[in-house]
């Protein structure tokens, strides 16, 4: 029986009994030692998922979803966001509205009021999406395919394999060497559908995801697991005839960990989806902006057609601003960072960052030509309400720090920026 740790971002945890919160908890030896040698295999691929505090505390960084270790400890680290009323709830629902924006899947709930009831932690949620999704597929009907089977009969079934029938010898005359096609599930969408159909019969632990896991299990019981994920992947159709299959391919991805920009790897095959904050938050004001920017407006997400310098006939450091927006003759950079600011702290510019307005200024130069407008968009917080005043860089270049609400999903105080002005 696994155990389920909630906490959230930057929480800690140690070995040692401690009264468990959203920023500490207790966790078993064998599940800290594990965290610790992943920490150590992600920090060679550059990127940070703990950092050792001694050796009885860990410290986690920006890093949400879930976490699971082979001695079946699940770890749900949820974002740090709210500081009143029911955090746990508040920040699950915020994390999988996130995944959704972030990677456009479409959840099959089936109203909003369920979605408010359905507390479970965020791999039980992903595993019951994917559940729903493959009933409802199942339910349409699933593609067949025609497979090429040769094989020894007693009798003619298809075509005679003429060649292989010359080469018996005397004694097997009376078999007959036949070729014929089949009609099958076996194919590639289908293979990998029940291999993440096993993974959530192994894994889930709700009633409700067990027993329609298991009734579908029933349904796919011939169709083989896939031996090779990224090569049926490949494999994939989209054409017109798989289009009802579409809608339930980011939720195999998910669970076979197919579309994680973190995925632990290993010979370990627990659920453990985790997502970089910054990037899910950052895909989430993209898919706001794509749904709410003025007509005529063009978003580019990471444009990287300008270089900081130029040197020997060639350009180096590539500029890539998260979202560059162009309208006529004009265009606007937008940046987003997943950080908490003070409109009342002054003293300590409000927790802004110098690098990022020396990233800003660079960007305002080369894609703005040095006027214009920048944008620093960061989630809205109780003592950050509003847009913050101009920051002017001289020369006609200005930027711009905005809230972004979160539970409202919309951006605050655009009517500041000319590209809304008018819309």
């Known amino acids: 029986m696994s155990t389920l740790i909630t ?28 965290l610790c040698q992943q920490s150590a295999s992600f920090s060679r691929a550059g990127a940070a998922l703990v950092q050792v505090e001694g050796r009885r505390w860990l410290k986690l960084d920006s890093y949400v979803g879930v976490l699971e270790t082979p001695c079946g400890t699940r770890l749900e680290i949820l974002p740090k966001h709210f500081d009143s009323g029911d955090c746990e709830v508040q920040s699950r629902a915020l994390l999988r509205r996130l995944i959704q924006r972030s990677l456009n899947l479409k959840p099959r709930e089936v109203s909003p009021t369920a979605l408010e009831v359905y507390d479970a932690p965020l791999s039980e949620w992903v595993m019951g999406q994917f559940l729903a999704a493959l009933d409802h597929l199942i339910k349409r009907g699933m593609r067949f395919d025609y497979q090429r089977v040769e094989e020894e009969q007693r009798y003619l079934r298809g075509q005679l394999n003429v060649v292989a029938q010359m080469r018996q010898p005397p004694a097997r005359q009376h078999f007959f060497q036949v070729r014929h096609d089949i009609f099958v599930a076996d194919r590639a969408e289908n293979r990998l559908l029940k291999l993440a159909l096993e993974r959530v019969c192994h894994t889930t632990q709700d009633p409700a995801n067990w027993r329609l896991s298991h009734e579908l299990r029933g349904v796919l019981h011939g169709v083989p697991a896939s031996q090779s994920v990224c090569d049926d992947f490949r494999a994939w159709r989209t054409d017109r005839l798989m289009a009802h299959y579409q809608p339930i391919k980011p939720w195999c991805e998910l669970i ?33 902006l794509r749904r709410s920017l003025p007509p005529g407006a063009k978003l580019t997400a990471q444009a990287a057609s300008e270089f900081l310098c ?31 600011l003070s409109a009342t702290d002054r003293d300590k510019k409000y927790g802004l960052s110098q690098s990022d307005f020396y990233q800003l200024f660079a960007y305002g130069q080369k894609y703005l030509q040095g006027r214009g407008e920048l944008v620093l968009i960061y989630p809205r917080r109780a003592d950050f309400q509003q847009a913050l005043a101009p920051f002017d860089f001289g020369g006609g270049l200005r930027l711009w720090v905005l809230p972004f609400d979160m539970e409202a999903e919309c951006l605050l105080d655009t009517h500041v920026l000319s590209l809304f002005a008018e819309y």
Do not use: C
């Open 256 to 288: 076979l960990n197919q579309q994680m920009p973190i995925a632990v790897a290993g010979e370990w095959q627990g659920i453990s989806l985790l997502f970089p904050m910054e990037k899910l938050f950052e895909r989430y004001v993209e898919a706001w």
């Open 7 to 34: 906490v959230r971002e930057y929480a800690r945890l140690t070995v040692d009994a401690v009264e468990p919160t959203l920023d500490r908890a207790q966790v078993s030896a064998s599940a800290f030692d594990w």
């Open 310 to 340: 130029e040197h020997q006939d060639g350009r180096m450091f590539r500029l890539e601003p998260d979202l560059l927006v162009r309208k006529g003759g004009q265009s606007w950079v937008l940046d987003s960072k997943w950080k908490r």
